[in-house]
């Protein structure tokens, strides 16, 4: 499609809607072109974000891990120092000089053995708990594993399809650039505005059977006479889109 050179002197509102007409069938090509790519690069976004969050995970489980150890290098220590005391409890055992200090002494031994009781049981507890994060970790990496080999197959089949795409996507965007040059800014602006607001993208369309192209709603026989001067741009009263008389693109009108 053959774009005019821009010239200084402002263009006709029949010209301005003639060019919105060939931006929005550039922009309805590039359209149909991602929704060829579909879904992909939003589940290629969703995967690699997946798998950052299940390494996060790992790397908190690694962190679990390293708290359970260091707290039950803690409780051996704990463990030996009772074990230091009993063993000075002991010795003072066979000095005692009545019964109240033979008592005293042995629930100091009962005492210290039940913290190590205790403590002995609550490494077995961190013991448990370091299998228990090595068991998650061994799964969260078996998951991204296979997360990893989903995403792989996702990206190829988004690649292969971009790569195919790329020269017909790139000459689309050159050629709407050049179109939006002949286009004043508020009229591209509100242009674009419409298109995002459009389910199917749609900012301009033809009058088809006395009704918008766009939402189907009858227009009123005024307004189409209107549409038809070419003097003002006209937009649909229901949908808002812009309005275009078929005749200025050669599209099929029942009269």
Do not use: W
Not at 85 to 105: G, P, T
């Amino acid at each position: 499609m053959a774009t005019e050179k821009k010239t200084d002197a402002p263009i006709s509102v029949e010209e301005r809607l003639k060019k919105l007409y060939e931006l929005q069938t550039l922009l309805t090509q590039k359209d149909r072109i991602l929704q060829v790519r579909g879904e992909l690069p939003e589940e290629v976004k969703n995967l690699e974000d997946t798998i950052q969050g299940l390494h996060q995970r790992v790397a908190n489980y690694q962190g679990d891990i390293e708290n359970f150890r260091a707290h039950r290098v803690a409780l051996q220590g704990k463990i030996e120092q009772k074990q230091q005391l009993i063993a000075r409890y002991k010795e003072q055992l066979d000095n005692v000089r009545n019964n109240h200090e033979f008592d005293s002494l042995t629930k100091e031994v009962e005492y210290e053995t039940l913290q190590i009781t205790l403590a002995e049981k609550n490494i077995n507890e961190a013991n448990r708990s370091i299998e228990n994060r090595e068991a998650d970790i061994k799964a969260t990496e078996d998951e991204i594993a296979s997360q990893q080999q989903i995403l792989a197959e996702k990206k190829e089949a988004l690649d292969t399809i971009i790569k195919e795409t790329r020269a017909e996507e790139e000459k689309l965007v050159v050629q709407a650039k050049e179109l939006e040059a002949f286009i004043d800014e508020r009229t591209l602006k509100a242009f674009k505005r419409i298109r995002r607001n459009a389910r199917n993208g749609l900012g301009i369309v033809t009058v088809d059977r006395s009704a918008c192209g766009g939402c189907f709603n009858r227009i009123p026989p005024q307004r189409q006479i209107e549409i038809r001067m070419h003097k003002k741009v006209i937009v649909c009263e229901y949908c808002g889109r812009i309005l275009i008389d078929p005749a200025l693109v050669d599209a099929p009108e029942d009269k």
